[in-house]
């Protein structure tokens, strides 16, 4: 009987995408696979990797947990809270992520102001990108990336790298609790 090795679930997908997901799925999965790193620093170089890949300014993975959102790791720690309460949470675009618990995606264009125009540094981004944590079921947290405006849209490889960059997170987060 003739056996054959079957192809990775994303496999396809990285080799039609245009360029930046199938480079960005390698360097966290060479952050995964070092020595020696922490998982916190390891959160860190994910993020960093991230906010390069799509033009970002900051980027945070938070945890819902105990009525509060508590930031675990941040690329500009100084300007991120280390808490917020869960009841004030719906100023921020972090309570929209949480509500729909889907991607949320919000650029400010000359027609589109953003809908909830602070993010969890608490300034007005010209874009961002917010996912939810899933794992088993349920809301772990969020991976959030925010920036500047830019002159072009999200391309859908982006939109879909901030997914799998949630996804790639889950469990780390979980983890954690």
């Known amino acids: 009987m003739d056996h054959q090795t079957p192809p990775l679930f994303f496999q396809e997908d990285m080799q039609t995408a ?35 890949t799509l033009r970002m ?34 100023k921020y675009t972090t309570g929209l992520v949480l509500a729909r ?5 919000l650029e400010k264009t000359a027609a589109t102001p953003i809908e909830k125009p602070v993010d969890l540094t608490g300034q007005s981004p010209g874009r961002f990108l917010g996912v939810p944590i899933l794992f088993d079921g349920a809301v772990w947290g969020t991976v959030e990336l925010s920036g500047t405006a830019q002159n072009r ?14 996804t790639v997170l889950a469990v780390p987060v979980a983890l954690l609790t």
């Open 101 to 105: 618990k889907s991607l949320v995606v």
């Open 57 to 90: 300014d900051h980027a945070c993975v938070t945890q819902v947990k105990d009525k509060q959102l508590t930031v675990l790791c941040a690329t500009s720690s100084e300007i991120f809270p280390l808490h917020v309460a869960l009841r004030d949470i719906a």
């Open 153 to 166: 849209r999200f391309t859908s490889d982006e939109i879909a790298l901030a997914d799998v960059l949630a």
């Open 18 to 52: 245009d360029g930046i997901i199938g480079p960005f799925a390698s360097k966290v999965q060479n952050i995964f696979g070092a020595k020696g790193i922490s998982i916190n620093d390891r959160l860190l170089m994910v993020l960093l990797a991230a906010c390069e």
